[in-house]
């Protein structure tokens, strides 16, 4: 049947990309055969292709392979068939461009062959005469990259005309180095790109986990690969990363309570800084959790955890881990590992799935324990991030540094006195010790994350000042001061014409500022600013303030007086200042340039009385 000159062979795109054609000719099966390739195979290799996708180019030399032979003698090419529209090679995973090449071997009653098995049970289904070739199992050779790794690389970097380079060390030491002393060439980097890609389609044990145009990323067994080609990156670069150790958990020399206490379903974040080892001690947990009969699932982009082959990792659905947490929340597994969560959109699913009952444990970075708690702030609702995080793990140079947890409880807050101040606060504790370190509570319009120690009360009192002074601007329009002196007490300055209104009649608008506040507020006069007396001649500093087009200076008291503005000593100009207490000058003016230098040089703008 191979040598019949009668045989005709219609090739679909997976058969020309796994070079199967070329292949079956050089051996003898398709000697003299008629090989008819349908444009809609070349339309969807080209696209690829453009993309810049390896299997584009693998399938563009496969085609020119085959032209060779036909060259030789050894079969007669052709290409016939309707070369589909944009739209049509846009749906080609819908099926629209299988369609298109199946017509083509209907039409001429041509042998269909296919690598696809869908597409086999498909042609079959319609009487075709259909080879199905199952897709090669090769032997599994070193590849080129792995001359780049050594025992304690974590991960290598290669671009062309750079020099090789690695991280290498424990973790907690790792160094940046060159690896080898002559760059990185286009040739040795393509052909490594080519080994790669076919790697991750002829082994079982790993996969594309993304492929777009300029970019790519594949999972090689235990290997992370990002592969980037112009015009996405500048040159062509590869990014090698593998994981240097496989730690179980009871290598941490973690307490019995805390190993207790996350078999308990709970929400944990693992936090660190960039390469402490958090990924390890995730898979170690995830590890620990299946061992004690938990139903451990996890969420990965891309999924390189080593982890059992009995937890299943799951990546984004569509695209998107929104839809994969779907999917696990019909699963039910006993706890999810989501590694990483890093924006907004990862939070809120977080949240959303503990929230739903499943323990989760999430892989955050940050440089401190309390910075994974903060990261939560504004992304989840704060009266439930206890709810969704009870529990933070601190991992610093491979080692648990630190474990904190998380309350919810009603008090007054650190560093106020007031009983009726007593508000929701969050707790956030020393593991092992019980000692509260930090109180998340909510102080005006403005949520707080504040340190609990003796050491901590100086910086709590700007806190307040600033809220303070936040509030009392709400009162006057002139310039305000605040002064914290004591946990309990401040004093607020403001100019003497505005005393009376923040006073109120009968002390009612400063026992209401008070209240609210919850401290003890002492008003008093604002020497120097905002239109106050300085000197006997009647001089005034006045507040100045900046508009997008204007400088204003503030002299309420002086409202509809001519008055004349000085730079220190030196006369500037003269003006009348308007009802509201205000002398306004164009910002592009002269006038506006000498008064903004004078600021800058800390010299004193005076107003006087004609």
Not at 160 to 182: E, H, Q, W, Y
Request: net charge negative; hydrophobic share 40%; proline share 5%.
């Amino acid at each position: 049947m191979g040598n019949s000159t009668d045989l005709k062979v219609v090739p679909d795109t997976s058969v020309i990309i796994d070079g199967r054609i070329s292949e079956k000719i050089r051996s003898g099966d398709y000697t003299n055969a008629k090989i008819i390739i349908p444009e809609a195979v070349v339309a969807e290799i080209e696209a690829q292709a453009n993309r810049g996708l390896e299997i584009g180019y693998k399938g563009l030399e496969e085609l020119q392979s085959i032209q060779e032979l036909s060259r030789k003698g050894l079969v007669d090419v052709s290409f016939v068939g309707i070369r589909p529209s944009p739209d049509q090679v846009k749906l080609a995973k819908g099926g629209e461009i299988d369609a298109l090449i199946r017509s083509v071997g209907e039409e001429l009653g041509a042998k269909f062959v296919t690598g696809d098995r869908i597409q086999a049970e498909v042609a079959l289904a319609r009487g075709m005469d259909v080879e199905y070739l199952k897709p090669s199992l090769f032997e599994l050779t070193p590849l080129k990259i792995e001359d780049f790794f050594s025992d304690d690389t974590m991960s290598v970097h290669l671009k062309n005309g750079v020099l090789p380079m690695a991280k290498r060390g424990s973790i907690g030491d790792v160094k940046f180095v060159p690896i080898r002393d002559t760059p990185c060439t286009y040739g040795e980097l393509h052909y490594i790109s080519r080994e790669l890609s076919e790697r991750a389609r002829s082994d079982n044990e790993s996969f594309v986990e993304l492929s777009s145009t300029g970019a790519s990323v594949l999972q090689i067994r235990n290997m992370r690969i990002a592969i980037s080609n112009p015009p996405f990156s500048d040159d062509i670069e590869i990014t090698a990363v593998r994981p240097v150790a496989s730690v179980r958990l009871e290598e941490y020399r973690l307490s019995d309570q805390l190993k207790e206490r996350v078999l308990m379903q709970r929400g944990v974040l693992i936090a660190g800084p960039p390469g402490a080892g958090k990924s390890t001690f995730a898979a170690g947990l995830a590890n620990y959790l299946h061992e004690n009969g938990y139903v451990v699932k996890t969420m990965e982009s891309p999924r390189d955890l080593q982890v059992p082959a009995e937890i299943t990792q799951y990546a984004p659905l569509e695209g998107d881990m929104t839809n994969t947490a779907d999917v696990l929340l019909l699963v039910r597994p006993d706890y999810t590992i989501y590694d990483e969560v890093r924006k907004t959109h990862d939070f809120e699913i977080f949240g959303d799935m503990r929230l739903a009952g499943v323990g989760m444990v999430g892989v955050v970075h940050a440089n401190r324990p309390v910075d994974a708690v903060q990261r939560l702030i504004g992304r989840v609702e704060l009266g439930i991030i206890p709810q969704v995080v009870d529990t933070v793990v601190f991992i610093d140079k491979g080692e648990v540094s630190k474990v904190q947890v998380l309350e919810f409880t009603v008090k007054v807050p650190f560093g106020m006195t007031e009983a009726d101040l007593a508000r929701p606060v969050i707790l956030i504790s020393d593991f092992e010790s019980g000692q509260v370190e930090y109180e998340i509570y909510t102080f005006g319009e403005q949520v707080v994350v504040m340190p609990v120690s003796e050491e901590a009360r100086k910086p709590t009192w700007k806190l307040a000042e600033n809220e303070i002074r936040s509030l009392m601007e709400r009162y006057v329009n002139g310039p305000v001061e605040v002064e914290m002196i004591s946990d309990s007490k401040a004093v607020v300055k403001v100019s003497d014409y505005e005393i009376p209104q923040v006073i109120g009649k009968n002390g009612s608008t400063i026992a209401k500022i008070e209240k609210q506040l919850g401290l003890s507020v002492d008003v008093r006069e604002l020497i120097g600013k905002g239109g106050k007396r300085e000197s006997s001649n009647s001089e005034l500093r006045p507040a100045v303030e900046q508009t997008k087009r204007h400088i204003i200076l503030d002299v309420p008291d002086l409202s509809t007086h001519d008055v004349e503005i000085f730079i220190g000593q030196d006369y500037l100009f003269t003006a009348t200042v308007s009802r509201h207490g205000e002398i306004k000058i164009r910002k592009n003016s002269h006038v506006a340039a000498d008064i903004l230098d004078a600021l800058e040089a800390g010299e004193a703008i005076v107003v006087k009385p004609v």
